[in-house]
């Protein structure tokens, strides 16, 4: 593509020279019966009026320059000739709140815990809830902790005395009970919260409805 753009400029810059070369040729030659003295020669039309021929000559070659700057693709319209690039491709965004969902997804493939949740235990004792729970406890928890960093955000016992102080984060730490004055304040720590250091996720294909928490079963008999 570059190269024809080459081929093409070079002709046209040609033509330019050709057009400017006869162009100088016929205004010389007017020139020169114009101005010449009567059975005079060229070199008589050239010391009469130098200034004169010199600029007749080399108007041509301006105004067919000036006519070429003109007649030159603008930026906008080579741009538009040019080849529109590639556009990279772009991948669909997830839904809003695709990850909550993939994270409740594994807690139900590994712990059942939807199914734990939406199961009305009313009817059952405790003995057969206990039962039931240490199983989804067991699975829910080994896929929270596989995929996402668990920290504490006091890291002092239940029972504790701590200090909380001046400039803490209201939304990390939560000061109950009988708060008087502007901190220091100590007091027992009855929790110690909870922050995540870092969520490990699989990456989702395209194609895979996030909204899908367990896919049903349907077993053909």
Known sequence: MRAKGETVAATRWAVVAVIGLASAGSVALALTVLLAPSGGSVRDTVAAAPLALAAALASPFVATWLGALALRPSGVAAAAAAPAATAPE??????????????????????????????????????????????????????LRDRVELLPVLAAAEGATVTVEPGFDPGAVRVTGNVRGEPPYRGVLRHPGWRSGGVKLPEQTGGSDASILAPAEVEVL
């Open 90 to 143: 772009v991948r669909p965004a997830a839904p809003t709140g695709a990850a909550a969902l993939q994270l409740l997804a594994l807690l139900q493939q590994e712990g059942r815990f939807v199914d734990f949740i939406e199961e009305d235990i009313a009817a059952y004792s405790d003995e057969q809830v206990g039962a039931a729970v240490r199983a989804i406890h067991a699975g829910c928890r080994s896929a």
